[in-house]
């Protein structure tokens, strides 16, 4: 499958993206703000049995049961103050952050050219479910499918 390629912007114009930009151990990530509902302080998560490795649990936020998946692989909460992304669909579902950096706009690059560096980060990230990335900071950004990651 063929990956948009994003850059960053600081004027935004007809065709741009909104994205929320968030951290996950060392890596970043980022989601299109239009999928999201809001970002809250991670409550606690119950882990459910025979649950695949990406699903840390289940919480109630807000009242509503929510799936929370958990990008780093890891079940258990390290003590650091965590977010939970909350994602906007009929589903309850969220994302757990360490860290969320902002709200970024990005245009797409017409013809993007490919570097050495560009297909080492791509062979590091493949196993994210991603449709585009952009560069911020001299990394690689995934922006998350969510159709393919709630899928995995």
Not at 76 to 100: C, H, S, T, Y
């Amino acid at each position: 499958m063929e990956e948009t390629i994003y850059e960053l912007t600081d004027l935004p114009t007809e065709g741009d993206i909104s994205v929320l930009v968030f951290g996950v151990g060392e890596n970043l990530f980022a989601i299109n703000v239009e999928q999201t509902e809001g970002v809250v302080d991670c409550p606690r998560v119950t882990p459910l049995p025979q649950s695949p490795e990406h699903f840390a649990g289940v919480s109630s936020v807000r009242g509503r049961m929510t799936i929370v998946i958990d990008l780093s692989y890891k079940r258990a909460q390290n003590g650091k103050k965590q977010r939970l992304i909350l994602i906007r669909g009929e589903a309850q579902m969220g994302l757990v952050a360490d860290r969320v950096e902002g709200v970024v706009s990005l245009t797409p690059v017409s013809e993007p050219s490919r570097s050495r560096k560009a297909e080492e980060d791509e062979s590091m990230n493949e196993s994210w479910p991603a449709t585009a990335h952009f560069r911020s900071g001299g990394h690689r950004v995934p922006l998350l499918d969510l159709e393919r990651l709630a899928e995995r």
